[in-house]
């Protein structure tokens, strides 16, 4: 594949080239000429639908970057006003439109030609389900629930801690629980927890809030429970909640031991009477921690160098975002936590936004979040937008698997041969730990929305019986327990995309099958990888995961298999 030159935006042929998202009243038009428009033949509607997908694109746009600055910038007022006033005054206004929009699709009889069109019978499908779950009197409550969840990153972004004789936010302070001095460990693992309490009362406020701000939204729409909307609203067509509940079972009979022979081994190399969460993250064997790099200069160019190693292609992808300025890597107050890769729908290229201080994790996180981007460039001249929004489950694939196969390259990193077989270990360890969290989360989710007339005190107690069963018996809590009580209030999952976790889980089972094919035939394994991901939105998950050479399965046997071929792995480091 040629390299990539600096995209330009698709020149529009539906918007003005100059329209810009200012207010609610200037794009009102555009809506309007779309619902006016008479469909006369297969052609015309194809057309129609390539002019509302740019339209969208536009307007998805516009929203991405009130979102990128309010996040990146969480303490400059004209950032989240500007969200604020998306969201307040604008998205309410384009909801019942996109309603009538879709309707309008589905009642015309030149659409039973698309039914069988690749792409476009998902697209369908999708329509379909839209019109099922809109309801008018939602409209003020998803409003209400966006501005609610902006208060998350507001709360969060704030919180600093006093260590090191300096400020720090979480993030930075918690690269110290990599110290190899164990009482600073614990110093700092209290002010953090003690920090993360102070907002206790009012993050547990906000849940329950957006708690039944959900429910509301579900039992208009004729549903029992939140759940149940999500899994249609988010377009589950490929499995169940039941899937679930077996995917947590085999998490607790196939992981979880694996993860209680680790944690013995941690406690016994460390020669400590009780292993405590503060000796968690640090090297057990006393060593100084990985550091993978100096800055985010450094890191965006070690990325660079990764990617490239592995396919040109892949390091173009980067060196684009790094042109054209759509990363933004570094920890510093007043950011939101967390990272991610955000979409950008018209010009193509996505932005990745992270809390890097130093740390292998960091490292990996930038793996992560440009498996994201490449996908983003892989599917960027798909011809409608819909078709450019995978699952999420496929998306996760894309960067959990770019996690792992990226691990040969990693000498960028860690030239140091020893430090490069302790960030391999590390890393596979982690996927390990990862499995349970992973479970421990959606399992707390199903019984917070299938019980939403909780009380704090129960959701605790669930909350405490859920991670237990995911969590290894050997760590001692004593002492610990307010800290543990609301561990899960970390987790900004909870309050931003409810539901959003388990594909996590299922993309992690299938990114170790991807690394286990490119491990037998690297050529091979990345075509497939790459084959399956310029797929986007045009087919189900279970044939995605087919063209990737690899199962959408998590039954007990299958990850029994990958724990396996993992620990096969671990052997060899």
Aim: proline letters at 4%.
């Amino acid at each position: 594949m040629e390299a990539i030159v600096i995209p330009k935006r698709p020149a529009r042929k539906f918007m003005p080239e100059n329209f810009q998202v200012s207010d609610w009243e200037t794009l009102k038009p555009f809506l309007e000429k779309l619902l006016e428009r008479a469909i006369n033949s297969d052609g015309e509607l194809k057309q129609w639908l390539r002019d509302r997908s740019e339209l969208e694109s536009v307007v998805s746009e516009d929203l991405g970057w009130r979102y990128i600055r309010m996040t990146c910038y969480t303490d400059k007022e004209e950032y989240s006003k500007a969200y604020q006033d998306f969201i307040q005054n604008i998205q309410p206004h384009i909801a019942p439109y996109s309603d009538q929009l879709n309707k309008k699709v589905l009642d015309s009889p030149w659409s039973k030609n698309l039914e069988n069109l690749s792409g476009f019978n998902l697209m369908m499908r999708n329509l379909k389900k839209e019109v099922e779950l809109f309801r008018e009197e939602n409209i003020p409550l998803f409003t209400e629930i966006s501005t609610e969840t902006q208060k998350f990153a507001e709360i969060s972004g704030a919180m600093t801690v006093h260590a090191n004789e300096q400020e720090m936010t979480l993030p930075q302070a918690g690269v110290l629980l990599q110290s190899t001095d164990r009482v600073k460990r614990e110093e700092v693992y209290r002010k953090i927890t003690e920090r993360r309490l102070k907002d206790k009362e009012t993050l547990d406020a906000l849940y329950s809030k957006l708690i039944s701000l959900r429910h509301k939204v579900a039992v208009n729409a004729d549903f029992k429970n939140f759940r149940d909307f999500q899994f249609k609203a988010y377009g589950r067509f490929d499995y169940t909640p039941k899937d679930c509940f077996d995917f947590h079972e085999s998490i607790a009979n196939e992981v979880v031991p694996v993860l209680n022979e680790f944690a013995k081994d941690r406690k016994s190399t460390m020669k400590i009477a009780e292993l405590r969460p503060w000796d968690k993250a640090v090297d057990a064997e006393g060593r100084e921690p990985l550091k993978a790099f100096n800055d985010g200069k450094e890191l965006t160019e070690k990325s660079i160098s990764v990617f490239k190693k592995l396919d040109p292609y892949l390091g173009n992808c980067l060196e684009v975002m790094k042109q054209m300025g759509h990363l933004d890597l570094e920890s510093r107050k007043g950011k939101a936590p967390g990272g991610y890769n955000y979409p950008l729908a018209e010009i193509g290229v996505p932005f990745i936004f992270m809390n890097a201080t130093s740390t292998m994790r960091d490292m990996t996180t930038i793996m992560h979040e440009g498996g994201h981007a490449v996908h983003n460039f892989l599917t960027m001249n798909l011809e409608l937008n819909d078709f450019k929004s995978p699952p999420m489950e496929v998306a996760e694939l894309a960067s959990m698997s770019m996690e792992l196969i990226s691990m040969d390259e990693w000498p960028v990193f860690f030239p140091n041969d020893k430090e490069l077989k302790r960030a391999k270990r590390d890393q596979l360890e982690d996927i390990i730990e990862t499995l349970p969290w992973v479970a421990t989360i959606d399992k707390f989710q199903h019984w917070i929305y299938e019980n939403p007339m909780h009380s704090s005190e129960e959701r605790k107690k669930n909350w405490n019986s859920v991670f237990d069963q995911f969590a290894d018996t050997v760590t001692d809590w004593s002492g610990l327990q307010e800290g543990k009580d609301y561990l899960w209030q970390k987790q900004l999952h909870l309050y931003e995309v409810p539901f959003y976790y388990i594909e996590y889980g299922m993309a992690q089972l299938g990114a170790i099958a991807v690394w286990r094919n490119f491990k037998n035939d690297k050529q091979k394994g990345l075509k497939n990888y790459q084959d399956a991901l310029r797929l986007g939105n045009m087919t189900t998950i279970p044939e995605i995961y087919k063209a990737a050479g690899i199962k959408f399965d998590f039954s007990r046997a299958y990850i029994r298999e990958l724990m396996s071929f993992v620990k096969e792995e671990l052997a060899k480091v």
